[in-house]
């Protein structure tokens, strides 16, 4: 059994920074992504980290501005969100996924999630 526990969230000013952390207990053999969901909008993909953290993908609209990383000895994986705009508010969930070699980025293959945490950028 795995669970998840994000936290990290809050309000920010646009162009401001935030880190948003997920612990996870439980097995660490799964690659972890970030997904966030803004209200009357479907889930979408944020990032993702291989098993190792030697891999990463990222969503076109994060690139350059938001960095994933994971402590596989702390059980712990973040994300860096740096220069927030308002279109970065949503709620952030942290997710597992069993899969062994691709990094996916739809939210209906990953096998674990957090509870979310609520990311809200003031313009």
């Known amino acids: 059994q795995v669970q998840l526990v994000e936290s990290g969230g809050g309000l920010v000013q646009a162009g401001g920074s935030l880190r948003l952390s997920c612990v996870v207990s439980?097995?660490?053999?799964?690659?972890m992504g970030w997904f966030r969901q803004a209200p009357g909008k479907e889930r979408e993909f944020v990032a993702a980290?291989?098993?190792?953290?030697?891999?990463?993908n990222y969503a076109d609209s994060v690139k350059g501005r938001f960095t994933i990383s994971r402590d596989n000895a702390k059980n712990t994986q973040v994300l860096q969100m740096n220069s927030l705009k308002a279109e970065d508010t949503a709620v952030y969930y942290c997710?597992?996924?069993?899969?062994?070699?691709?990094?996916?980025?739809?939210?209906?293959?990953?096998?674990?999630w957090g509870q979310g945490t609520q990311v809200t950028v003031s313009s």
């Open positions: 997710a597992a996924d069993a899969e062994p070699v691709f990094l996916r980025d739809q939210w209906r293959e990953y096998d674990y």
């Open positions: 439980g097995p660490t053999r799964y690659a």
């Open positions: 980290i291989s098993r190792s953290g030697g891999r990463t």
